[in-house]
């Protein structure tokens, strides 16, 4: 499967914006999905994820409330709304795909796009 984040760019804080992934695989649907975030000079991070029908969703604690995770498997998209962005979200988002459930750890994910970066400034 590969993955191909868009949509990043430059925000002010408060502000919004959605990124989008799009999945190179023939069957994108049984594939649980994710985004996980690297801010400079920081570990990574997960974010959010989502089951491969959209029926279970998990989201880091940091972004409760504020971020929300969505697909289209007609599309083999998925999508990362972000709403109320603060700058500690500046970091590059990359999207995740895996062929079995969604869990928060890096290793649950064999597949990683190249990223997108969002700058949120103050």
């Known amino acids: 499967v590969q993955l191909q984040a868009s949509g990043g760019g430059l925000v002010q804080a408060g502000g919004s914006l959605r990124l989008s992934c799009s999945a190179s695989?023939?069957?994108?649907?049984?594939?649980?999905m994710g985004w996980f975030r690297q801010a400079p000079g920081k570990e990574r991070e997960f974010v959010t994820g989502i089951s491969w029908n959209g029926g279970i969703t998990l989201y880091a604690e940091s972004v409760k409330g504020r971020f929300a995770t969505s697909r289209e498997n007609a599309k083999n998209t998925v999508y990362l709304q972000m709403n109320s962005l603060k700058p500690e979200d500046t970091a590059v988002y990359y999207c995740?795909?895996?062929?079995?459930?969604?869990?928060?750890?890096?290793?649950?994910?064999?597949?990683w796009g190249q990223g997108t970066l969002v700058t949120v400034s103050s």
């Open positions: 995740v795909a895996t062929r079995y459930g969604i869990t928060a750890q890096a290793g649950n994910y064999a597949y």
């Open positions: 695989a023939r069957t994108f649907s049984p594939y649980g």
